[in-house]
């Protein structure tokens, strides 16, 4: 049996993106197919909160929003040894502080679902939930708020992903995208240490 204060603590797969680009249903397939746990940072957010992210923002501001982001980022490094090893869908807006960045890539490999626009567009339009739940960032339009948004976020994106997989294609299912995903990682340190954790 594996002395637990000489064993390595968990290490974790973070999905990072742009609203629609996949993050919640991609990161619940990954989770499933390793047989890990997954949690979405907005979730654990409202869950704390008590109220959506919509009404965080219209009742507390969004300067408060983004320190609730960050606590929860402190929070999953901080108990990083007690926790099991997770699929974490993060907030599409997590990545655009500095702190963030560095927290979120301390968890574990880091991947962006990359979208673009149109992609986007049509996915948050479609989904009526998220609309309720969640505030628009600017007075644009939509179309024109979330071309301006992936082109500010992009960068930052960049700077805190591992690997970088495109999910625009509406042909392609959840279980094919999460098995690509599986099969970049399948060469990496990390997952050779996870499947050594589950194993033991």
């Known amino acids: 049996m594996t002395d637990s204060k000489k064993e390595t603590p968990a290490k974790h797969l973070v999905l990072i993106g742009y609203?629609?680009?996949?993050?919640?249903?991609?990161?619940?397939?990954?989770?499933?197919?390793?047989?890990?746990?997954w949690m979405d940072t907005d979730q654990a957010i409202q869950e704390k909160a008590g109220k959506s992210i919509r009404d965080i923002f219209a009742e507390d501001g969004e300067p408060a929003f983004r320190e609730m982001e960050t606590a929860?980022?402190?929070?999953?490094g901080t108990r990083g040894p007690e926790l099991p090893s997770s699929v974490i869908s993060s907030g599409g807006?997590?990545?655009?502080?500095?702190?963030?960045r560095r927290l979120i890539k301390r968890l574990g490999p880091v991947i962006w679902l990359k979208i673009k626009p149109e992609t986007a567009l049509v996915r948050i339009t479609g989904d009526k939930q998220s609309a309720d739940l969640r505030p628009a960032l600017t007075l644009n339009p939509m179309a024109l708020e979330i071309r301006e948004m992936i082109a500010e976020r992009a960068p930052f994106y960049a700077a805190t992903a591992d690997l970088t997989v495109e999910n625009d294609d509406p042909g392609v299912t959840t279980e094919d995208l999460a098995s690509k995903i599986l099969d970049q990682l399948r060469a990496t340190k990390w997952y050779?240490?996870?499947?050594?954790?589950?194993?033991?």
């Open 93 to 100: 807006g997590m990545p655009m502080r500095e702190e963030n």
């Open 19 to 37: 609203r629609g680009s996949g993050k919640s249903s991609v990161g619940r397939e990954v989770a499933r197919m390793l047989g890990l746990e």
């Open 72 to 76: 929860i980022l402190h929070e999953l």
């Open 192 to 200: 050779a240490y996870l499947m050594n954790r589950l194993d033991s």
